[in-house]
């Protein structure tokens, strides 16, 4: 049987600013609000500006530089709480196995669900094209001597008996892709209020396995 989610019907999308605060920190909520609900690239700075309570039209430029700079500081401010969260489930990642690995990511992002700027968020990520550099082995700039970027290229290790390099990078974009995609959808059910068909401790756990089988199946 579905289960009513606990999210709120989310009617964000046409208010205004909900309080205190530096321009800086307005800007960035009003277009977490505004990207998560019309699209990143659908979204209009003005709008954002204006919802931000700002008189100035060219204050996102001013503070940010421009949208891709705005959503730098968004993408910015949700990886830190990312980095936290992971903190406290594996600071340690090194030599750990790899439904662990899988869990504390999982559990760490996951977080995000609890909150209605973090459901933007998870709703924002999914609409940038993946940019983890672990194809390259080098990391995108956000993620460069993070506990996240240390985390995911562990991913590899467990998976150097079953597959080449080339499938076994791939297949770690595509988990990543992959999680980043189903809480996206999360976040959207919560936020609008759906029913879903399996309380959240059951889903998290469902995908983590989906992932663990997704990483360790055959090699072609």
Known sequence: MARKSTGARSTRASEGPTG????RELLIRSAERLFAAQGVHGAQLREV??????????????HFGSREGLLDAVMAERQQRTERALAERLPQPEGRSLDELLRALIDAEATELRTERGRDCLRISTQVSHRSGIRERRPHAGLAGTLYWRLITELEVPLVPLAPEPVRLE??????????????ERARQLAE????????RTYLADLVSVCVGLLTAPAP
Do not use: M
């Not at 205190?20 to 321009?23: A, L, V």
């Not at 500006?49 to 001013?62: D, E, F, M």
């Open 193 to 200: 209020g759906e029913h879903t068909l399996s309380d959240d």
């Open 171 to 184: 297949r770690i974009d595509l988990a990543l892709t992959l999680i980043g995609a189903a809480l996206a």
């Open 20 to 23: 205190g605060g530096s321009t």
């Open 49 to 62: 500006v204006r919802r931000a309570g700002q008189a100035n039209p060219s204050a996102v430029q001013y």
